[in-house]
């Protein structure tokens, strides 16, 4: 089965800078990539996601990259905020309605 | 912005006692799931249910676990003899008909005793 891997568990940066978390899969079958932010005590809320028939997708300040040769991809987060810290995960899946499968999470903390 | 909204928030329950979780998926939305997250740890798949019958599920949703939809607007989990490790946030999503996203609800955070 599908397995996803996100690096790294922890991240810590500066406001105002960029902050990257890659994840990878394992199952070359999975075609959908979301990624959710979860805050303490609240449920995941998706906040970007890409399909594997496209490379790059931005929305403000938040891009996916997908390398599906490589079977990885990374959201990026520039000038980033305080608001921002919460703990992210990656996701894959196979198809439309079918099971997400989680990463580890990277607990994001932004220092103002 | 429709939501998906789960109850309770929180329930405690002594080992061995049935517990059921409760969902109101997205009005519209025609799959439906049940995720698990043990404190501190990533999410895990439960179950995915579509055309009311039970579509995949995974290892952990074994004979203690089962899932109805009793009637056009609520998603139940039932546990029926819990034990220590069934704690966690339990959380209920649901998909439209059509795309691969899935929008999560608040989740209950079960304790057993």
């Known amino acids: 089965g599908e397995n996803v891997e996100q690096h790294p568990s922890t991240l810590s940066v500066q406001e105002g800078d960029s902050a990257v978390i890659k994840c990878t899969y394992s199952d070359s079958a999975s075609n959908y990539f979301p990624w959710y932010k979860q805050e303490l005590g609240k449920g995941p809320q998706l906040i970007i996601d890409?399909?594997?028939?496209?490379g790059e997708k931005k929305d403000q300040r938040i891009a996916v990259t997908l390398n599906k040769t490589a079977k990885h991809f990374s959201l990026h987060i520039t000038e980033t905020q305080p608001e921002d810290s919460a703990v992210y995960f990656c996701?894959?899946?196979?198809?439309?309605?079918?099971?997400?499968?989680f990463g580890t999470g990277t607990i994001l903390r932004v220092k103002s | 912005e429709p939501e998906v909204t789960q109850t309770p928030s929180h329930q405690v329950t002594q080992m061995g006692q049935e517990v059921i979780l409760r969902c109101v998926p997205i009005s519209n939305h025609l799959y439906f799931y049940w995720y698990r997250q043990i404190l501190g740890q990533k999410v895990e798949f439960l179950v995915s249910?579509?055309?009311?019958?039970?579509?995949?599920k995974s290892e952990i949703f074994d004979d203690q676990f089962s899932v109805e939809r009793p009637d056009g607007s609520n998603f139940t989990l039932k546990i029926r003899s819990t034990k220590l490790e069934d704690s966690a946030m339990y959380f209920c999503?649901?998909?439209?008909?059509?795309?691969?996203?899935?929008?999560f609800g608040p989740g209950t955070r079960l304790t057993v005793l």
């Open positions: 999503a649901s998909s439209p008909q059509g795309t691969d996203t899935q929008y």
């Open positions: 996701a894959a899946s196979d198809g439309r309605g079918n099971k997400l499968v």
């Open positions: 249910f579509y055309n009311n019958e039970i579509s995949e």
């Open positions: 890409i399909r594997s028939n496209v």
